[in-house]
């Protein structure tokens, strides 16, 4: 089945930092897609992305599919922003998740 | 985005029982559903993949007499957890696409399964 990587596994920022998460993946997908894990377990949906780039706020991201990789980019970091964000990447009905990134923001 | 709902969100059970997870998509058909589980920082690992009205594809090393997965409807998928015991002590989510639309995924909130 399909690989998927995340870096760093841990960040830690100060508040007002910006910040790049990366999402590498080892085959062609038909859905890529960053979500973030709340304190209680719910996936939150960031974005949606197998291709392209898509912004929401201070969040963007961007997928290079034809380089198998995604970026997701924080800027201006808050204490809410804290917690574990993940990619996961489905090439056909087999949707598989990174490990996360640990994001830590400092007040 | 669409909603899929997840029920119970926490369940505590004794050791031999059973125990049944239902997912269920509230404002569109699911032609597929995935069923996962994650144990204390880690990552969610896949279980199994269930399309509507056939027999759910099981990952490597996932137990199908353990943990029974059926898909009846366009709308509904149960996990059920057989003679569950404490190192099924997990939490468990499931999420549901519709692959002629597209194949965004939308996940329920998780069920936390403590077996005592």
């Known amino acids: 089945g399909i690989q998927v990587e995340q870096s760093p596994p841990d960040l830690i920022l100060q508040e007002g930092a910006n910040s790049t998460l990366r999402c590498n993946f080892s085959?062609?997908?038909?859905?890529l897609q960053w979500f973030h894990q709340n304190p209680w377990g719910q996936l939150i949906n960031l974005f949606y992305?197998?291709?392209g780039t898509k912004q929401n706020g201070r969040l963007s991201a961007t997928t290079v599919a034809t380089e198998r990789y995604s970026l997701l980019y924080i800027s201006s970091s808050q204490t809410t922003d804290s917690g574990v964000y993940f990619c996961?990447?489905?090439?056909?009905?087999?949707?598989?998740f990174g490990a996360g990134t640990r994001l830590t923001v400092k007040p | 985005g669409a909603v899929v709902s997840q029920h119970p969100s926490w369940v505590i059970c004794k050791s031999g029982t059973s125990v049944k997870i239902e997912c269920r998509s509230l404002?569109?058909?699911?032609?597929?559903m995935f069923w996962y589980r994650q144990f204390p920082k880690q990552s969610l690992m896949l279980m199994a993949t269930?399309?509507?009205?056939?027999?759910?594809?099981?990952e490597q090393g996932v137990e199908k007499d353990k943990f029974l997965i059926n898909h009846a409807s366009l709308t509904l998928s149960t996990l059920t957890v057989t003679s569950a015991h404490p190192e099924d002590s997990s939490f468990y989510i499931c999420?549901?696409?519709?692959?002629?639309?597209?194949?965004?995924?939308?996940f329920g909130q998780g069920t936390r399964l403590t077996v005592v």
């Open positions: 992305i197998p291709s």
């Open positions: 085959d062609s997908v038909n859905n």
């Open positions: 999420s549901a696409t519709w692959l002629w639309q597209n194949t965004e995924a939308f």
């Open positions: 404002d569109f058909q699911a032609t597929t």
């Open positions: 996961a990447a489905d090439p056909f009905n087999d949707m598989r």
């Open positions: 269930s399309n509507e009205g056939s027999k759910a594809t099981y």
